[in-house]
């Protein structure tokens, strides 16, 4: 929308490290106490959840002391995201405070602001938004990443370089991966369609090696992790993109039909599509 009204947008990825491990559990029963409202039994079952763990190193017939774990949730536990949200409740207000919007997803926290040309009050802002981040994550025990944060600008070519990002202490890259999606300045997505190219074609030319050991359901399965997955995440992206940008996944999809089927190279591929109930892309 910024883009199509002829404004430039500032987004900078934060990344944190080790994020889920320094969770400080006093501070995280707060939060659930104060801001969240839990209390009585309820608070004391996350308590319960969080306090009294120990860990500890098995190397054969040799293990290690046990060592109390004071911070840090349950590692690939349903919990863990959830509770990290909870924890960083004050991070969104005081985001809100500097008028910079922000997008939070467990761990991972973007923030992002628009500016016309010549402009410099939104980059001024952001860069106070930082400062204020960076502290905020230092007292709740939090470390902010900065050699992996990352800054794109996107918006016409022209603005984007007039954006006055002198202030920022990182320099702006041309493409950053973002959730599994590398975005690119001009949201033309094609440094992305090009790496699931790549990877989906190396995989097909793994799968195609094996295919005379595997049966055929294991073959699909395999199809499914290594292929059909990466075409199918975050394909609502691709949402009025070219036509040609479009036809490049469905090569792969048409050659991972012909893997599975033993089709050949110059059959025609739709029937092939329809029999095995797969949508085009």
């Known amino acids: 929308m910024n883009t199509n009204a002829g404004k430039v947008s500032v987004l900078v990825l934060l990344d944190l ?15 659930l106490e104060n801001w969240v409202g839990i209390s009585g039994t309820a608070l004391n079952w996350f308590k319960s959840y969080l306090e009294d763990r120990t860990y500890f190193v098995e190397i054969g017939n040799y293990v290690s002391d046990k060592i109390s774990m004071t911070c840090g949730v349950p590692q690939g536990s349903i919990l863990g995201p959830l509770l990290f949200n909870l924890y960083m409740l004050p991070l ?3 985001i809100n405070s500097n008028n910079v919007s922000y997008h939070n997803y467990a761990d991972d926290t973007q923030i992002y602001v628009s500016l016309t040309a010549g402009e410099h009050g939104p980059v001024d802002t952001l860069c106070h938004c930082i400062e204020q981040i960076s502290l905020w994550m230092q007292n709740n025990f939090l ?9 794109i600008v996107f918006g016409p070519q022209t603005q984007r370089q007039d ?10 890259k041309n ?9 690119d300045s001009d949201l033309n997505l094609n440094s992305h369609i090009k790496a699931i190219t790549s990877s989906a074609f190396y995989h097909l ?5 094996i295919r005379g050991i595997v049966s055929k359901p294991d073959l699909e399965r395999l199809i499914h992790a290594f292929v059909s997955s990466r075409l199918d995440y975050c394909n609502g992206l691709l949402t009025g993109l070219s036509k040609r940008a479009v036809r490049q996944l469905q090569y792969i999809q048409n050659a991972a039909a012909r893997v599975l089927t033993r089709t050949r190279k110059y059959d025609h591929i739709s029937p092939v599509l329809r029999s095995l109930h797969w949508l085009p892309v």
């Open 17 to 31: 490290s080790a994020a889920f491990d320094t969770v400080d559990h006093g501070i995280l029963l707060h939060r």
């Open 92 to 94: 969104g207000q005081l």
């Open 143 to 151: 470390q902010l990443n900065s050699d992996k944060t990352e800054i």
């Open 163 to 172: 954006s006055h990002l002198e202030s920022l202490a990182l320099k702006p």
């Open 175 to 183: 493409q950053v991966r973002n959730l599994g999606v590398i975005m």
């Open 205 to 209: 030319k793994n799968i195609a090696k």
